[in-house]
């Protein structure tokens, strides 16, 4: 792997040298736009919308537009509003994972100390294990700054990058209707869940969309149709709530 970013990770007074490498990887499979009447690919070109010509990459600027005008930026200008967070993921404060909101999450680096022997990086690791908690940083990759969650995963720091408060829409204009619901639909629905519940193992799941996807693929390659799995939703056989949950009970009792 190849590191994306290079730095020190500091709490209080330490501070712990370390490359960042990203965690996680797309499943999707990559097409190609093509023209549907000779399937040449088709590029897409950055061009002046005054002249409608090409513009070289090393003549592209970003431009913030004010007041209707454009102020055109440049690398050091971007290094200069955050300068003392360009090389380290310094940690705020220490929280509980279980207190930050799932919708908050965006993507995982791993974090490698970039000296041989690092004692500090092995006793934050054990540290956070002992004490449940995971640090709250920020940093700045790529011209952004970025709000992260420091965690361990077996041996290894993981920053998990998430999203600002403002970043969060807010939902106070969705039209959820306040429906009551009774304690025996409640009960039941509660037994349902723990019938379902189970040791989180994500290894278990698959990515199957692609993987039927590929099969299609390659078998209109040898000029065949793929046999497609048709799924059938379970249906109730009344609208009653209760019903449905017993329906559902059930079912999984006999699977």
């Not at 360009?86 to 000296?115: C, G, H, K, L």
């Not at 700045?140 to 992260?148: M, Y």
């Amino acid at each position: 792997m190849r590191s994306i970013w290079k730095g020190s990770l500091g709490f209080g007074l330490v501070s712990i040298p370390v490359k960042l490498y990203s965690a996680v990887q797309t499943s999707s499979l990559d097409f190609d736009m093509l023209d549907s009447r000779d399937h040449s690919r088709i590029r897409y070109q950055r061009v002046n919308e005054h002249t409608h010509k090409e513009v070289p990459y090393d003549k592209i600027v970003k431009g913030y537009k004010l007041n209707d005008e454009y102020v055109i930026m440049d690398e050091n200008d971007f290094a200069d509003a955050a300068p003392e967070k360009s090389r380290i993921i310094e940690i705020e404060s220490f929280v509980d994972i279980a207190d930050v909101n799932p919708m908050y999450y965006e993507t995982s680096y791993y974090a490698e100390p970039d000296t041989k022997s690092n004692k500090a990086y092995a006793l934050l690791i054990q540290a956070l294990v002992k004490s449940k908690k995971a640090g709250l940083a920020r940093f700045v990759l790529r011209s952004t700054e970025s709000l992260c969650i420091v965690h361990p995963v077996e041996k290894v720091l993981v920053i998990t990058r998430i999203r600002f408060a403002q970043e969060i829409r807010s939902s106070e204009d969705l039209k959820v209707p306040d429906i009551e619901v009774s304690k025996k639909e409640l009960d039941m629905g509660l037994a349902l869940i723990n019938q379902y519940a189970e040791h989180f193992d994500v290894s278990k799941f698959k990515d199957e969309y692609n993987d039927e996807l590929l099969k299609i693929i390659k078998a209109k390659s040898q000029g065949k149709r793929a046999t497609v799995k048709k799924l059938k939703p379970q249906k109730a056989t009344g609208d009653d709530l209760y019903e449905q949950l017993m329906q559902s009970l059930a079912t999984k009792k006999g699977a």
